[in-house]
């Protein structure tokens, strides 16, 4: 029987999916449930992991799963992506329930966090997730990839040098930041240039309510 606060996130989910920026997504059959047993097995597991700070129903559904998916439409069927740094599972995991690719490798280094994805995967039994229990940078020294994610993982230019020695193993880089990444994106452009990558703001959105304003920057190769 669904408690309380289950309904109510059900129905901020559902509320989500209903914005200009997934409704692309509120056809896909089942992506409500998958959403709702993603976010109720994080909070379950969250007091012991800590895995996230928000947790009341309508920042989850906005703060977490709405800013996951905005940039669902710039990845395509079928692609190989790697979720940088998973933690919770954000956006690998929503974009995973969301999209056909033929695989979302979750890279997430801190092994008690590795278990919770992979039981989490095993839970949604969604058969593109695989979990590895290593840094990003070591995992692309072993595998190719079309794209890599990287969501709250620090400033772009100290992720750039932490891949400059995989960078021929990934098509592109999508980087989740804040509403004016370009002092950011101006910083880490030398060390950009020296890879032969170029960056580009790519979307620009805001999420409901004044949460607040966010932009997608592609890194890609000259």
């Known amino acids: 029987m669904d408690t309380p606060g289950d309904d109510a996130l059900k129905t901020e989910l559902e509320s989500m999916l209903s914005n200009d920026l997934v409704a692309g997504l509120a ?11 993603h976010a109720e097995l994080t909070l379950a597991a ?3 992991l800590n895995l996230t700070s928000i947790v009341e129903p309508r920042d989850v559904a906005l703060k977490h799963f709405l800013d996951s998916l905005a940039p669902h439409s710039l990845i395509k069927p079928g692609e190989r992506v790697l979720d940088l740094g998973s933690g ?40 593109s997730i695989e979990v590895i229990g290593e840094r990003g940078e ?22 750039l040098k932490m891949l400059e020695r995989v960078t021929r193993n990934f098509g592109r880089l999508l980087l989740y930041k804040g509403p004016d990444p370009s002092a950011e ?10 890879l ?7 979307l620009a959105y805001d999420l409901p309510g004044g949460i607040g304003s966010r932009s997608i920057v592609e890194y890609r190769h000259r």
């Open 27 to 37: 056809g896909c059959e089942g992506l409500v449930e998958k959403l709702l047993l």
């Open 138 to 159: 070591e995992i692309l020294r072993r595998i190719k990839v079309d794209t890599v994610l990287a969501r709250a993982v620090g400033p772009a230019g100290r992720l």
């Open 88 to 127: 919770a599972g954000y956006p690998g995991i929503p974009l995973a329930c969301a999209l056909d690719l033929e695989s979302m490798i979750l890279a997430e280094s801190t092994l008690k966090k590795a278990r919770f994805l992979q039981a989490t995967a095993d839970e949604l039994a969604l058969p």
């Open 185 to 194: 994106l101006a910083e880490a452009r030398n060390t950009a240039s020296n």
């Open 46 to 48: 969250n007091q012991r």
């Open 196 to 202: 032969k990558l170029s960056d580009e703001i790519v």
